[in-house]
């Protein structure tokens, strides 16, 4: 079976065929590229990367995939599973920049805490 992240549309609207689809591997892998370059201001090249890959990791399942096919099928949670492992993975090196220890974690927990619009 052929995943996908998307559908496409033409000018009119309306759906394309299959063939003009991202496919989702694509996707994830350009997510994850994008989210390492953004996170390089503090950092956390590693854990951006791998919150790229997994954040859509629910549009695997068949039921997604068919709801690409089908608009009328709603209520898709595509999100969750891929949250549940970037919270057993990545964030709690994030979580860990709250206690730095060093005078570069200090510095870096600052740009974190600026970025993210934290006090």
Not at 11 to 20: I, K, T
Not at 44 to 72: C, I, M, S, V, W
Not at 74 to 89: F, P
């Amino acid at each position: 079976m052929k995943y996908y992240a998307h559908t496409a549309l033409d000018g009119d609207g309306d759906c394309l065929p299959e063939q003009a689809w991202q496919p989702l591997a694509d996707h994830l892998r350009n997510v994850a590229a994008l989210a390492r370059g953004f996170a390089a201001a503090f950092d956390a090249e590693k854990e951006a990367e791998l919150a790229g890959l997994l954040h859509d990791l629910g549009k695997y399942a068949a039921r997604f995939q068919q709801r690409l096919h089908n608009p009328a099928i709603h209520g898709i949670n595509h999100w969750a599973s891929g949250a549940e492992t970037e919270q057993e993975s990545c964030f709690r090196t994030l979580v860990s920049y709250d206690a730095p220890t060093t005078r570069n974690d200090r510095r870096r927990r600052t740009r974190v805490h600026r970025i993210l619009g934290s006090p």
